[in-house]
């Protein structure tokens, strides 16, 4: 029989590496519901014209990276490769600007048809957050100072660096780009193949080009940062000071220019060393020209995205999700396989006594020691067993003490006791 694997660059997060995931979201959820952010849920399918206008046609993302295809009715679908873009969409359709700024995040699947390899998937996951109505340097700030809070909470912060730049406005932006582009073709004989391709489309992001032998002459490209204007320059200069007084250290890295054709002025990215090319694990900014390009109407925007098999390389890489583990609290047991369902309920009712403790059941019908050793290798902290003669034993691992009780005395025993599992 033909085997069926997963697709390629797809992957299921197994069970043992679920604690960790939900370690790190409850994490997340909980500093960014402290800032006063609250989730969106966003659709997985989107209609393809939403990200050849938000992203941009000269992207890599739109050019050749969507899950594109028609559905039933022919309608041009496709699976997202972002999240900013269906959050726009959605704060336009449901008019929640009127009046209003909206502090916004979620969580979910993205899809990109890219080369697989560490750290870079076809089904990655995306934590994003969004806010809209908000002009300042202030809330460009805020979103620095929430990324860098999750990251001290996943005890990361130690290991990633943040890198921040301006892109100007649009109009400082064309002005640099005419000498951008004048310096690029006097250099044409150095640039790659790539690279002549987007001084065609999007000449910019030829300054993010990873080629060691194109990067002395970037390095000498005129900077963008020449080109601001005073707006721009002072929102830039409050960035910077609200970040110093936070102490968040940071570099200026005028070659920043995010992937994203929709960004004005904040763009940051949180880089680690630790994994290599695919070292980018947050990426963000202001997005001030977006919801124009939909509504007409002018919407100031910024946000970010973290990239969470990255974090959790990373984290996995610092050896930080050793003593993250599920295990139950309480395995039970029993000596006659025909006490099963005694078992059940015994455990059933312990459940409903002692809710904060996991109980878990053996229903192997195993003898005893074979039912003892699947516990001890669950990680559990309490064995429950249920003997011939109707007695309860109580083994303590962590303190290796062993009592024997009645089934109605057993829940009042747990009173005095820990709950904290062997790790
Ligand atoms: P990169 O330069 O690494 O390709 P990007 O600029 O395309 O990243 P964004 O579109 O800004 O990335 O997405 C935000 C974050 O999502 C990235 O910083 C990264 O952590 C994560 N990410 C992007 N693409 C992938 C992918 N294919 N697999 C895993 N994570 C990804
Ligand atoms: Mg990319």
Same mark, same amino acid.
């Given at each position: ?13 197994l069970p043992e590496e679920t604690p ?22 966003? %659709? ?36 997202? %490769? ?26 979910? %699947? ?73 310096? +690029? ?25 990873k080629n060691p032998d194109m990067q002395?002459?970037?390095e000498a490209a005129p900077r963008l ?10 929102? +830039? ?6 970040? &110093? ?8 890295? %005028? ?12 763009? +940051? ?34 946000? +970010? ?17 050793? &003593? ?11 000596? &006659? ?87």
């Amino acid at each position: 029989m033909e085997k069926i694997q997963s697709i390629r660059g797809m992957r299921s997060v197994l069970p043992e590496e679920t604690p960790v995931w939900q370690w790190l979201e409850n994490r997340i959820r909980n500093i960014t519901s402290r800032y006063g952010y609250q989730e969106v849920r966003l %659709p997985i399918l989107e209609p393809v014209a939403l990200f050849e206008r938000a992203v941009g046609e000269s992207t890599d993302i739109v050019s050749k990276e969507m899950y594109n295809f028609l559905d039933k009715s022919g309608e041009h679908i496709t699976l997202r %490769p972002e999240g900013t873009s269906g959050c726009v969409r959605t704060v336009i359709e449901n008019n929640m600007c009127y009046n209003t700024t909206q502090r916004l995040w979620y969580q979910g %699947p993205m899809f990109r048809y890219e080369r697989p390899q560490k750290g870079r998937l076809r089904q990655f996951t995306q934590f994003g957050v969004e806010t809209f109505g908000m002009p300042g340097a202030d809330v460009d700030a805020e979103l620095i100072f929430m990324v860098k809070d999750i990251f001290k909470a996943l005890g990361v912060d130690k290991h990633v660096r943040l890198e921040i730049n301006s892109l100007g406005t649009p109009e400082e932006r064309s002005e640099h780009r005419q000498q951008l582009v004048n310096y +690029f073709m006097q250099h044409k004989a150095l640039l790659d193949e790539d690279s002549l391709r987007r001084l065609e489309t999007n000449p910019l992001r030829i300054l993010d080009s990873k080629n060691p032998d194109m990067q002395e002459m970037i390095e000498a490209a005129p900077r963008l940062l020449d080109f601001l204007g005073e707006e721009s320059q002072q929102h +830039f200069d409050d960035l910077r000071r609200l970040l &110093d007084s936070e102490n968040i250290a940071y570099v200026v890295n %005028p070659r920043l220019v995010r992937g994203l054709d929709y960004y004005t002025r904040t763009v +940051f990215e949180w880089i680690t060393e630790e994994l290599g090319s695919q070292g980018t694990v947050c990426g963000g900014g202001r997005y001030d020209g977006l919801v124009e390009l939909f509504s007409g109407k002018q919407l100031p925007a910024s946000g +970010f995205a973290i990239g969470i098999e990255r974090l959790l390389l990373l984290i996995q890489t610092l050896g930080l999700d050793k &003593d993250i583990v599920n295990q139950p609290d309480i395995v039970v047991t029993y000596e &006659d396989p025909a006490q099963n369902v005694e078992a059940l309920l015994l455990a059933n009712t312990l459940r409903h006594q002692l809710p904060q403790y996991k109980i878990l059941n053996d229903f192997t019908s195993a003898k005893l020691k074979r039912q003892h050793s699947n516990a001890l290798k669950s990680g559990c902290r309490y064995i429950v067993t249920l003997n011939r003669d109707g007695q309860v034993g109580l083994w303590d691992l962590a303190a290796n003490t062993n009592e024997t009780l009645t089934a109605d005395t057993l829940a009042n025993a747990f009173l005095n006791k820990t709950i904290t599992a062997m790790a």
